[in-house]
């Protein structure tokens, strides 16, 4: 099953120039994944390659305030609730282009899963597969904790998968207090900081384990 990238739930007003203006970076050209050989490999080492088509792209953008910097980069990117790009690069960076809100994936309107990042949800929809899917939801930074609360207030059903350190505890604490009907599954990955971790180790021991097997005769 398929499910859409682009939050549909609400029309978009696209940001003007001047809003613009406010930001650091600004897009230069955008497309599909696996184009870019750093950032497929990037893909390939999170374990995700293979659901990322239809969720992420290639988008390539330069700072804005740096005039002596003429320079384009690449990331891995994603849009969110506002239809602006979230992205990552291989190396960890971490930004937007234009407001950075929650990312909204439609689906199941009585059913809602939570994410701090796209990675991790990315790997849930991997390990998982779920049909119907759930209505999903991306922090994109736990400082949106606040406008998720408030898009899960009314759902009967909210399963929570944040990270397993301080913050990510401390998120999903706030967060079922304010929604009681909200279940913490961080113990799915107990042994692990996040679920795309979880998703790396059971992919390196099958690995391993076809290795041991040996060829086939």
Not at 37 to 50: P, S
Not at 75 to 97: C, H, L, R, V, Y
Request: charged share 25%; net charge positive; glycine share 6%.
């Amino acid at each position: 099953m398929q499910v859409p990238m682009i939050p549909a739930n609400k029309p978009v007003k696209p940001p003007t120039e001047q809003e613009q203006k406010r930001y650091t970076f600004e897009l230069v050209r955008t497309q599909p994944i696996g184009r870019n050989f750093v950032l497929t490999k990037y893909l390939q080492e999170r374990g995700i390659l293979d659901v990322a088509h239809g969720h992420l792209h290639e988008i390539y953008y330069r700072n804005r305030l740096d005039n002596e910097n003429k320079s384009i980069f690449y990331a891995i990117g994603w849009k969110n609730d506002q239809d602006n790009w979230e992205f990552t690069n291989a190396k960890g960076f971490k930004s937007s282009i234009g407001k950075k809100v929650i990312s909204v994936i439609p689906g199941n309107p009585d059913h809602a899963v939570l994410f701090e990042g796209y990675m991790d949800y990315l790997s849930w929809l991997k390990m998982n597969r779920p049909d119907p899917a759930p209505t999903s939801i991306v922090l994109n930074s736990i400082v949106q904790l606040k406008n998720a609360i408030e898009r899960v207030k009314g759902i009967p059903i909210v399963d929570v998968y944040f990270d397993n350190d301080d913050p990510g505890r401390n998120c999903t604490q706030r967060l079922i207090e304010a929604v009681p009907q909200a279940k913490d599954r961080s113990g799915v990955y107990r042994a692990y900081k996040d679920y795309n971790d979880m998703l790396r180790a059971v992919l390196n021991e099958q690995e391993l384990q076809h290795q041991r097997a040996g060829p086939r005769r």
